[in-house]
């Protein structure tokens, strides 16, 4: 009998601590479920969209971005091919270079200056993300604010080029302003997407008319963009990006359309290469989102990439 009570008090002793271990097993399982996602995109940005990515704290992104002219333009008929030729398909021409530096304040805050071809745009930016997703989906999105002020250095007669200027010359009409909600989601490890409505305004625009519609062109308009990145290999994502523009200036016009990109990147040790096809010459949304005049449909593409290197301070 005593040997009885003596086993049945190991066992249950062996039960107690087994049950103790699951416990702490299990615990350690919804803690590791509760852990943040990263890289829900690999870059700073898509092709020509933001992503939810913030520069790592303490650290420096610089990013020199190439955009050429147009690989072929069918508006150009009956020498659409021999013009593509002569400019070896836009890569003789150059419609936007941009350099920029981007440093990670905190892991969570980003903010940023450069530099565009493009109407010789000055810009500084802030990016802050305000929601992580976590990766058994407690939360499902990440959220950040963009948010981008934009300068240009045109001279004047560029700037009110082609208007009858009855009013006085004022530099407020060079500054431009920016602001986008980045909502994005590691949906699996293979398929990240984003949803980005924008707002943007600027301060001064050449009054432009919709022939279609009659609708004019505003200071003010909002936007949505999509973006969506597809890894194919541990290296290498399919890339794309899309803006929708809802003021009625831009709707059946065919003098200004929508931009869209859609590329591929390619990381190397310290380097991510972004490659991709685009109808926007501009390379910051204060810029392609009102100003691209050319179409995919007449083969009005850009090539463009970016190369990016990071920078531990």
Known sequence: MKNFLLLSLILVTNFIFAQDDLLSIVNEGNEKKHEKVFATFKTYKLGNAQTIETVKKKHLDFRISHRFGNVYNS?????????????????????????????????????????????????GSLKWKILSQTQDFHIPLSIALFADLGYTSVKSDQLYAGIVKDFNTNDLHRFNYFTQLIIASKLTNW??????????????????????????????????????????????????????????????????????????????????????FTNSPALIENSFIPYTTDTWTKGQVKFGFCISRTFSL
């Open 75 to 123: 508006a150009l008929e009956p020498n659409a091919l021999n013009e593509a030729a002569h400019t070896y398909f836009g890569f003789d021409n150059a419609s936007d270079i941009r350099w920029s530096f981007d440093y990670g304040v905190t892991d969570n805050i980003t903010i940023g200056i450069g530099r565009s071809r493009f109407r010789e745009t000055y810009d």
């Open 191 to 276: 398929l990240s997407l984003e949803l980005l409505p924008s707002y943007l305004h600027r301060n001064f625009i050449k009054q432009s008319i919709n022939a279609n519609n009659k609708a004019e062109d505003t200071n003010g308009l909002f936007s949505l963009g999509f973006g969506a990145r597809i890894k194919v290999t541990k290296r290498m994502c399919l890339i794309g990006d899309y803006f929708y523009n809802f003021s009625p200036y831009f709707q059946n016009n065919t003098s200004v359309y929508n931009p869209l990109a859609l590329g591929f990147e390619l990381e190397t040790g310290g380097h991510v290469f972004s490659m991709f």
